[in-house]
């Protein structure tokens, strides 16, 4: 059981790093400059239902230094600490209160990204006009967010069995 | 006994479908809230009439968007921003930033715009009239 766990931390921590890889190219057109699309939330929504919460809170953390020191810069490393540490937690709670789908719990994942994102971007050049890209960033959450569920529902599935 | 447990399974797989009622609600919500911010930054907007360029989040000169030029921001490390100011409109020309997002940025214009190179830390901002009076208030 204990090496299964290992071993599915490192599938996850090497699908974040591809997806990092795919998402460092994508760059959004009319966005703000560092942010980013969220398609490694899939590898935290995983982790968050087919282990927990605090393997999802590790994941997340290990995901955002590696990726930073390898694709990054300082700013863009902290524009993903904010929006991963966000939305780790808001999916956290939404999946406890069971109210949500993991479609659901990923929307919110994906919007609670873009937020903190935005947020510490705000802070980070002083330039509180960025908040005019929320309409779009609330609207890309959304989208990428049931892709990201959906996806994340059928990798789970196979990944729980796995564990079993 | 084996039809009431393919009954109870099909009762979980309902319950556990993939997208909800509340999921519809959520997404309904989010994108409500994107449509009214959206609609308050299309009432508040207005042309604006000067450009503020800051480096490193302080402001370093500020420029009539009426007066055509080209400028260069030089920093202490040896980057650079190329910028111009054309019919009322500021537009990033080339910079030695090496995403060249800041470049690829449609021209800016309104108040609510502006054009940032994280790279450099170099943000060029519209301002309007009504804002350059609460400035001039301020100082
Ligand atoms: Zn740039």
């Known amino acids: ?164 | 006994m084996k039809q009431i447990t393919e009954q109870q399974k099909r009762k979980d797989d309902t319950s556990n479908q993939l997208i909800r009622k509340q999921d519809i609600i959520l997404i309904g919500a989010v994108l409500f809230l994107g449509l009214i911010v959206f609609i308050v930054m299309q009432i508040t907007k207005t042309e604006g009439s000067k450009v503020k360029i800051f480096i490193d989040n302080v402001e370093y000169k500020t420029l009539d968007l009426n007066i055509d030029m080209t400028e260069k921001v030089e920093l202490d490390n040896g980057e650079w921003n190329l910028f111009e100011i054309k019919d009322g409109k500021v537009d990033m020309l080339d910079a030695s930033c090496p995403d060249k997002i800041c470049v690829n940025h449609k021209d800016i214009h309104y108040n609510t715009e502006d054009i940032t190179c994280l790279p450099n830390k170099v943000v060029l901002k519209i301002t309007g009239g009504e804002e350059n009076e609460v400035d001039a208030v301020a100082n």
């Open chain 1, 1 to 164: 059981m204990k090496s299964k766990k290992v071993a599915t931390y490192g599938l996850l921590v090497a699908l974040a790093f591809i997806l990092s890889y795919i998402e460092s190219l994508i760059q959004i057109p009319f966005a703000v400059p560092g942010i980013k699309l969220g398609l490694a939330n899939l590898v935290v929504i995983t982790a968050l239902y087919s282990m927990g919460a605090k393997e999802a809170f590790v994941l997340s953390l290990i995901r955002i230094l590696l990726v930073g020191f390898t694709f990054g810069n300082p700013s863009t490393m902290m524009f993903s600490l904010g929006g991963g540490l966000l939305s780790w937690a808001l999916m956290s709670i939404f999946k406890w209160s069971k109210l949500f789908s993991i479609v659901g719990v990923s929307i919110i994942g994906g919007v609670s990204h873009n937020i903190g994102q935005i947020l510490v971007a705000i802070f980070v050049v002083d330039n509180i006009n960025l908040f005019y890209y929320l309409p779009f960033l609330l609207v890309s959450g959304v989208v990428t967010g049931t892709l990201i569920g959906i996806l994340g529902a059928m990798i789970v599935k196979r990944i729980r069995n796995i564990l079993r």
